[in-house]
């Protein structure tokens, strides 16, 4: 007889390739024999928003915190959630709280910088996309940071950072446009 942690595993692996639908049946399984394993129903809450059912995800990604308030991945999943409702507040909420958590993923650190950013808060902003640079050659947080840097008129930073989001194959009409504003600026001084 198999236990919850068995159908646990093969759901993880199923929805690592892609099966959404049979990996949800097998958390389902495991929940039936296991109710109380909150990553099931964080990884339910996943695959239900990747299955357009975004009402039911956040529902499990609740029950999942319900379990243990402390895990930080239903946090997380719920912010970029909201974020991608347009909930914006809501979303660096949860973020925030996963961050305090002790999550540290390059991915919440972009996230909340895009959130931050979009709320004209480019110093915070600023610093998580630094955090992600600080890990990788992520070219998106290059832009990021470049972006930001433009905003707080540190011209010169914000060259840098540009030129090597391009440097790294990001390829942003808006970021070509802003090293030619840059370019401008510093020419004419």
């Known amino acids: 007889m198999k236990e919850a942690e068995d159908y646990y595993n093969i759901a993880v692996d199923l929805q690592k390739e892609g099966k959404l639908s049979d990996a949800k049946m097998f958390y389902e399984k495991a929940l039936r024999l296991d109710p109380m394993m909150y990553q099931a129903y964080n990884n339910l809450g996943n695959i ?32 970029v959630l909201m974020h991608e409702k347009g909930m914006i507040v809501e979303g660096l909420k949860y973020l925030r709280e996963a961050e305090k958590l002790g999550m540290k993923d390059k991915e919440l650190f972009l996230e909340i910088a895009e959130i931050l950013y979009e709320v004209e808060e480019y110093e915070d902003a600023l610093t998580h996309f630094l955090k992600v640079i600080e890990g990788s050659e992520e070219g998106y947080a290059y832009m990021g940071a470049g972006f930001c840097y433009f905003k707080l008129g540190k011209l010169k930073e914000a060259r840098e950072m540009l030129e090597k989001a391009k440097a790294l194959g990001i390829k942003a009409t808006e970021g070509e446009l802003m090293l030619k504003k840059i370019a401008s600026v510093v020419n004419d001084r």
């Open 48 to 79: 239900l928003c990747k299955l357009g059912d975004w009402e039911k995800g956040l529902g499990y990604y609740k029950r999942a915190l319900d379990i243990k308030r402390d895990f930080p991945l239903p946090y997380y999943n719920m912010g």
